[in-house]
């Protein structure tokens, strides 16, 4: 796996290999607050806020492979007690020679098509606190895309892995990561077309 992009599973576990499109990565920002990693990112993507919070939220028959190899395992659990929403991830990744696999159990809230937002359960994942918030928000002919993250790991990381090194690596990786998104987005259109014309 090519070290400089592994480092992805860490922070959003979303990058992929996809070629002409027209999503933008806008802009990346990366800081630590002690153990505590937090993101954001900025992207736009030519493709609508429903499609895009379709292939968001397709977490069933490992479909999260689609948008990266380093997924190996995504799927729905049952629902919490008060019936939230389970979403279950397992991701594979290595930092230079750092490897591990990370587990992840999440709860989904989401407003259609809107805000996708999850909050890792600590005690059945590999994260002592991790949240995410995926903002779409139409714009042009496509859609603003605003990713957050704040986690902090309950696993050993090296001492090098600092911000600049995250951004490095994001901004290296993200671009390919953000043009599979928008393929798969523009797919899902285009199946609802075709069901409209019917």
């Known amino acids: 796996m090519n070290a400089r992009r592994a480092v992805l ?15 933008t990565l806008r802009s990346v920002e990366v800081s630590r607050d002690s153990s505590r990693y937090h993101l954001v990112a900025d992207t736009h993507l030519d493709a609508p806020p429903d499609a895009i919070y379709h292939v968001l939220i ?18 729905y659990l049952p629902p919490d007690s008060d019936g939230t929403p389970l979403v279950y991830t397992r991701v594979e990744g290595c930092l230079l020679f750092f490897c591990r696999s990370m587990r992840r159990v999440e709860r989904l809230e989401v407003v259609t098509p809107n805000l996708i937002r999850s909050t890792a359960v600590p005690e059945r994942s590999d994260f002592k606190f991790s949240t995410s918030e ?12 605003t990713y957050r993250m704040d986690m902090e790991p309950s696993f050993w990381l090296p001492p090098f892995v600092g911000p600049w090194f995250l951004k490095r690596t994001l901004l290296h990786g993200a671009p390919s990561a953000v043009d599979k998104i928008e393929a798969l987005a523009q797919q899902v259109r285009e199946v609802a077309a075709r069901a409209d014309a019917r």
Request: hydrophobic residues 30%.
């Open 9 to 23: 599973p860490l922070l959003i576990g979303a990058c992929c290999t996809a070629a002409g499109s027209a999503a």
């Open 134 to 145: 995926w903002t779409l928000e139409p714009e042009g002919t496509g859609t603003k895309v």
């Open 58 to 75: 397709d977490f069933d028959h490992n479909s999260y492979q689609r948008i990266s190899e380093i997924y190996k395992e995504s799927s």
